[in-house]
């Protein structure tokens, strides 16, 4: 049995950690989690200060889309073969429907697996954003619990927009791919919707055939990593915090985690998929949090 | 300056937290956070065991919306009177929206506070996910850092969730307000999805403004329950698990801590609002985080 953690996510531990009797502008001016550079001070009587945070080693955290407690060291452990093998005709459907978009991805990435992750984390971010939207909405129209399941798939975006955060730091988007990531978003935010909406049993097993590809394509970025194809580069400063990578990781290291992460969400929406398929609810078996 | 705190959110700690040498179906059949009556076991091989959390007294952590680290003591020494005087056109357009509102709602129900919480708590929700939503789709898109907004507004949205599932306990909601929920929500959603996506600077002062009005509401309500016109029930377990209130916790104590929480809201918002209205975009101010 796990005893409660220590870590509260509350208004105490919040006041306990702004230092005792400093000014606001200072609190203000010294407050962390955006580049230095980017920082502005608002004037406000709205009595705001973005908490400071350290790290273990006593520096400023850098973060303010990740605070420490989000961070996690990823479970390399976990099957990377796992396949659910379609059997009705909607699973069918799911898997054919991702299988045709790997032709075309394959033609327009190529080898070039840096730019390819980070192109397709723009689109891996948006189903739990849509599903855990989806089922806010409708717990508040039905008066009923969730079971977790609100917060275990905005986690899953979460955790994808840090995918692409990280990517982001390795290889710059070009216009053309700017253009196109704002194409591909408006059709997949909209299709996934209504997916979602009309069925969720088919909308999560997209989800756990694309996460099957992830981890595919995350393989193949490592074997070009392996053959010297991609140079090895240094981890960037932002997936060291996150994933607790050692000072010296590298962009092989990141890539093993990140592929981690996706064997979970293949896990997650293939199991919420097999929920509904038994009939059930999301809402009636509990979701797995933390379970990055 | 705050240091880290001990607990991280990783697969670490969701490890350590399984019994080890618990098989997969005893660890499903005791598995918590759904009511016992509700719970079912889905027959998986994605190895997904909701882990098991104990309380600080032993006993089994009841709740899967919410867990022991999303807990807090509410800040009751907030400033209930703040209010921002609307000088701009927009704000005064947003002012009087929200009192606009007031009315129809003061009609509909009348000195029934419970039931009015209820029913507003519905609606109070929906803003934080649709803002969060549109952060979190234009950090993809922009390939640019989020400030911590994002998990602001789900924090806001997930926060007045647990007002609802709160005040749910207290008052059933009837088939007409049921009705009536939908279709408020079919056209808040909408409303204030095209809003934000028009002008971010209105929608978050809207919001400013609504949750004055929830502070209002709210201290209404700890009128009636002073005079005794409402019954000072016990405190729902929900609340007191979510709040840390002590066990003898009263319906007057609940409606204290979430008119504070409807203060950090307003403030929140109000300062998004500032933001925006001082030409900055609200990725370069770090968003108050944990801030309830
Ligand atoms: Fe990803
Ligand atoms: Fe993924
Ligand atoms: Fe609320
Ligand atoms: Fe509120």
Redesign the pocket.
């Known amino acids: 049995v796990r005893v409660s953690p220590v870590r509260f996510a509350s208004t105490e531990a919040t006041t306990a950690a702004k230092i005792s009797g400093d000014e606001e502008s200072e609190a203000k001016k010294e407050a962390s989690a955006v580049p230095a550079g980017e920082r502005k001070a608002v004037a406000s009587y709205w009595g705001i200060n973005p908490s400071k945070i350290a790290k273990e080693d006593g520096t400023e955290w850098r973060w303010s889309c990740f605070r420490p407690w989000d961070t996690y060291k990823s479970n390399l452990t976990i099957d990377l073969k796992k396949h659910h093998v379609p059997t009705t005709f909607l699973d069918k459907v799911a898997y054919w429907t991702v299988k045709s978009l790997r032709l075309p991805t394959d033609i327009f990435f190529q080898r070039r697996y840096g730019c390819r992750a980070m192109m397709l984390e723009t689109v891996?971010a948006v189903p739990g954003m849509v599903g855990g939207m989806l089922l806010h909405l409708r717990s508040l129209r039905r008066f009923e619990p969730s079971g977790g399941w609100i917060r275990a798939l905005l986690e899953?975006a979460e955790n994808?927009r840090m995918h692409l955060m990280t990517f982001m730091e390795v290889s710059q988007p070009k216009w053309y791919e700017r253009a196109l990531v704002m194409a591909v978003q408006g059709v997949f935010f909209n299709a996934y919707f209504l997916g979602y909406v009309i069925s969720p049993k088919f909308a999560h097993r997209v989800v756990g055939y694309l996460?099957e590809e992830?981890i595919h394509s995350y393989t193949e970025f490592l074997k070009e990593l392996d053959k010297g194809a991609i140079e090895n580069v240094p981890a960037p400063a932002i997936a060291i915090d996150y994933w607790r990578l050692p000072a010296n990781a590298t962009l092989r290291d990141v890539v093993m985690v990140v592929r981690a992460?996706?064997a979970h969400?293949r896990d997650v929406n293939h199991y919420a998929s097999d929920i509904h398929y038994q009939g059930q609810e999301l809402k009636g078996c509990p979701a797995p949090l933390d379970y990055h």
């Open positions: 891996a899953e994808e996460e992830a992460d996706e969400h």
